[in-house]
């Protein structure tokens, strides 16, 4: 029978990827999400019955057991940005992720795959980078044979940072920049699910891997790249610390004083926080080369999901075929 992978998060931004893989190695794969009911679009990764999404809340024990139940391996791809609600950074990065590692080591899984970040540290600068570095902390004692990812600033056509700035750039002549010095190392969503792929199979040693492109850039510089495979000219605004806490700060209260009406999306104080410290491999850490995996540069991608915020939208890519046969 085939080997059965229990994917937490699995229609999730890197989830759905890291489901898509499994299946074509011929896996069982079970999506172990919050909405089922919206992750039908991974049933086609695989052959009638291969993919399921079923329901699970990481911070039930039973819920988790549940999903977990016969798996071969388990994997953690669940995150969240927002410090706010039940499913907050503590309840998820540091509950979730160590009640999925107990349950795993419990019910006697033969591998899990940590999916964490750059940066992750219990002392770190924001609620972010704590929670991460107290989930790993929790991972590993309760699965001391677990692998840890950690990946940089992940792009793709379903990201949530480049795709912002992209749909910002529709309005007006200028565009506030945060963070605008700060290094960032971005690295393609399916080179890390690449890199899950190979965890799950047992093609590398346990341990903890560092994961980021192959350049190293600023967000300013960032935002000037996507600009320009855009083609649309801004001009950019560098936002000073308190400025960017008081942009994040007033977008939090709207969300508290609206009861969660009006959702937070764009910023918010930790984010901020996070922002003002540099997202790139440390120098001596295992990453792509250790595993195998050649990352992928950002040209070869953005190109082919980018071109719907270009001021002719689809019709870029039509010009661009039609000025090429009149050559």
């Not at 790993?136 to 792009?155: K, T, Y």
Request: glycine share 12%; net charge neutral.
């Amino acid at each position: 029978m085939s080997k059965l992978v229990t994917i937490y998060g699995g229609s999730g931004f890197l989830g759905r990827y890291v489901a898509q893989r499994l299946a074509k190695q011929g896996w069982r794969v079970r999506a172990a999400v919050r909405r089922p009911n919206e992750a039908g679009f991974l049933r086609p990764y695989g052959a009638v019955g291969q993919v399921e999404p079923i329901f699970c809340n990481i911070r039930d024990d039973a819920s988790v057991a549940a999903a977990m139940q016969g798996a071969d391996v388990v994997i953690n791809c669940v995150g969240v940005g927002g410090t706010y609600g039940k499913n907050n950074m503590q309840a998820v990065h540091v509950e979730g992720a160590g009640r999925i590692a107990r349950i795993a080591a419990a019910q006697g899984v033969a591998g899990l795959v940590h999916v964490s970040a750059i940066g992750a540290d219990a002392e770190g600068p924001s609620a972010y980078f704590q929670s991460k570095g107290e989930g790993e902390a929790a991972v590993l004692e309760a699965f001391e044979n677990a692998v840890v990812l950690r990946p940089s600033l992940m792009f793709g056509p379903e990201d949530g940072f480049i795709n912002l700035y992209a749909s910002m750039s529709r309005f007006g002549p200028f565009m506030p920049v945060i963070g605008a010095n700060t290094r960032v190392q971005p690295v393609f969503v399916d080179d890390v699910a690449a890199a899950v792929e190979k965890a799950a199979i047992g093609a590398v040693p346990a341990g903890t891997y560092e994961l980021g492109g192959p350049e190293v850039l600023t967000i300013r510089a960032l935002v000037e790249k996507v600009l320009e495979i855009i083609r649309r000219k801004k001009i950019l605004l560098p936002q000073p610390g308190f400025v960017a806490r008081m942009m994040a700060g007033g977008l939090d209260l709207a969300q508290s004083l609206t009861m969660g009406l009006f959702t937070n999306s764009l910023i918010n104080r930790d984010q901020v926080k996070s922002l003002a410290v540099d997202n790139v491999v440390s120098d001596g850490a295992a990453g792509f080369e250790a595993l195998g995996i050649v990352p992928t540069p950002m040209e070869a991608e953005l190109p082919e999901y980018m071109w719907k915020f270009r001021p002719s939208g689809q019709y870029a890519a039509i010009k661009e075929s039609a000025a090429k046969l009149k050559v």
